[in-house]
């Protein structure tokens, strides 16, 4: 048999019993980090000084960009290589991987004759839900052809629901070009 012991809770003085004390050293700690933003003598309050009012950011007018860190992670996008050609062929592993289901591919056939033939299908639609999308970056880490790509953008707006899902033009649109070795390209595949 396992041996039971008693705890019993401390005795508390009369002090900690009324809860004023305690209340007065809080409103102290906050009376204290009020005006250290005030007089300008908070962390961060020289590089985000421009209202005189300590580390509050003026959001419109100051933006983050200069001080994103490297491994940011921000709304994903399709790029293009070099020649405009698009880097997708609809392999589908980033809409499978895709932990909210943002993503939706239609893939669709290269036609006969074109150039690129060899290259098995493209996407005739790809469309991102940012609203639901999370920003994990799965599907940058699963695309084998290095077509899609998180950028550094944390402020993506629409008015409605249909401005927030991105096709496959806007998405190549905000993605703009990528330099460097595609895969579905070689000669080797």
Excluded at 21 to 39: D, E, N, R, W
Aim: proline fraction near 5%; glycine fraction near 8%.
């Amino acid at each position: 048999m396992a041996k039971v012991t008693k705890i019993s809770r401390p005795k508390l003085s009369k002090t900690d019993e009324v809860y004023l004390i305690g209340i007065f050293k809080g409103t102290l700690v906050t009376l204290k980090h009020a005006f250290k933003s005030v007089f300008g003598k908070s962390r961060g309050a020289d590089s985000l000084n421009s209202s005189g009012l300590g580390v509050t950011m003026q959001y419109p007018e100051e933006k983050w960009d200069d001080e994103l860190p490297e491994y940011y992670r921000g709304a994903p996008a399709l790029v293009t290589d070099e020649q405009d050609r698009e880097r997708c062929v609809s392999c589908q592993l980033c809409e499978f991987i895709c932990p909210p289901k943002a993503i939706k591919i239609i893939p669709g056939e290269i036609p006969e004759g074109d150039e690129w033939e060899k290259v098995e299908k493209r996407p005739q639609e790809f469309d991102i839900d940012m609203i639901r999308c999370i920003y994990c970056g799965l599907c940058e880490e699963v695309c084998p052809e290095q077509a899609i790509y998180l950028r550094k953008d944390y402020a993506i707006t629409g008015t409605s629901r249909e401005e927030m899902v991105h096709n496959k033009q806007k998405l190549y649109e905000i993605g703009g070009k990528r330099v460097g070795l595609v895969n579905k390209w070689n000669e080797l595949k």
